[in-house]
């Protein structure tokens, strides 16, 4: 049984692909500091799976705690590292915060592996570190544009640093530019849990429709878009799990091509903020309370991804819909209002 390290693997995404590790019959030790989730989520996720991941409580700024978990736990075959900082307006207040988080947790971490051996990477990237791209859909090739955010130029740094470090060491590391992760679990026990007031579309659509907000405000309906609202490329968090297994897999059989990878992972469809709307209101039976207000600054009109490159060489394509990610998300919001 391969061992993998899911560091943040009490996140949104890292909890998804925890179970889908499990679910292919991964051993995992999940690494999380509890700063923005909560240890509920483990007895969560092994009342979905039925097997209790290990957990160990470290901060990976503590690069004396990461080599005593090192110490601990030994035979690792791999790490898929989602732990970090992920609020853009934030990162813009407090860059600080989002380098020393983002940035010394990855170098910590890839020293000890280094130490102990340990050769397999899944690196947690985003569509964002393309910055306002020249075309649509975007692929992999595309070059790096100035950073839009310091939680953006994390990611490009981190890329650089994985890039830079696999040329001369025994790493080997794939990087997975997530477009907009949405959706949750079907047993509706694990999701995304924003905290305050949720700064992406799809928390608050359902915020919004359970009633703890009254209004969302769709963002400019002026874009050069066919209804003139804002085009993303919205990915089910447990088809974006999924992704990470195929590319630990492809890392376990040394099937990459280069020491260090990046993927594009989406559906490669774009969608609208008012078909996004629709949507939900169509497969939930919900009636949206919404108005339409100036654009957000920084937002850009159309992302979507050219996902040819993953499907082909990862083995791996999106499955759930966008009508999937909508009721999912609906599901789980509502189960965490019945509380
Ligand atoms: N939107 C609204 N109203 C809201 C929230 C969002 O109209 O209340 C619109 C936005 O203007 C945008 C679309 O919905 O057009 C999606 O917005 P999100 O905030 O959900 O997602 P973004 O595409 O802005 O951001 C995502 C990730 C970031 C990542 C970025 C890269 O959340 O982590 O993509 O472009 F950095």
């Known amino acids: 049984m391969k061992r993998i390290v899911v560091t943040g693997g009490l996140g949104f995404i890292g909890s998804h692909t925890v179970v889908e590790l499990q679910n292919e019959g991964f051993e995992v030790i999940i690494i999380d500091d509890l700063s923005n989730s909560s240890i509920e989520v483990l007895d969560r996720i092994t009342s979905i799976t039925g097997i ?67 050769e397999h990477f899944i690196f947690s990237s985003s569509c964002t570190v393309y910055g306002k791209a020249d075309k649509m859909p975007i692929n992999e090739s595309a070059p790096f544009k100035t950073a839009t955010s310091p939680y953006g130029n994390t990611k490009q740094i981190g890329e650089e640093i994985l890039a830079d470090t696999a040329k001369v060491t025994d790493l080997r590391a794939i990087s997975l530019r997530y477009f907009n992760p949405i959706g949750a679990h079907e047993s509706a026990k694990i999701g995304e849990l924003p905290i305050g007031v949720p700064q992406n579309l799809i928390p608050f659509i359902t915020q919004t429709a359970v009633g703890v907000r009254d209004q969302l405000s769709v963002f400019g309906n002026d874009y050069d878009t066919p209804d003139g609202t804002a085009i993303r490329d919205y990915i089910h968090v447990v088809d974006l799990a999924k992704a990470h297994i195929s590319a630990m897999k492809r890392l376990l059989k040394h099937s990459n091509k280069t020491s260090f990878e990046v993927f594009n992972i989406g559906t490669g469809k774009g969608y609208s903020v008012l078909e996004v709307i629709k949507a939900f209101e169509e497969v939930n039976n919900e009636k949206l309370n919404y108005k339409i207000v100036g654009r957000r600054e920084g ?11 993953a499907n082909d060489e990862l083995d791996w394509q999106a499955e759930l819909s966008l009508k999937d990610g909508l009721a999912s998300a609906w599901k789980w919001q509502q189960s965490l209002f019945n509380k």
């Open 52 to 118: 209790a991941p290990a957990f160990e409580k470290i901060d990976l700024k503590n690069q004396g705690a990461i080599q005593n978990f090192f110490k601990k736990h030994q035979k690792i075959d791999g790490i898929i590292h989602f732990a970090a900082s992920k609020a853009v307006g934030e990162s813009v207040e407090k860059p600080l915060k989002y380098y020393h988080n983002n940035i010394s947790s990855l170098i910590y971490l890839l020293e000890e592996m280094a130490v102990n051996g340990i």
């Open 299 to 309: 937002d850009v009109t159309t992302y979507y991804a050219d996902t040819s490159y």
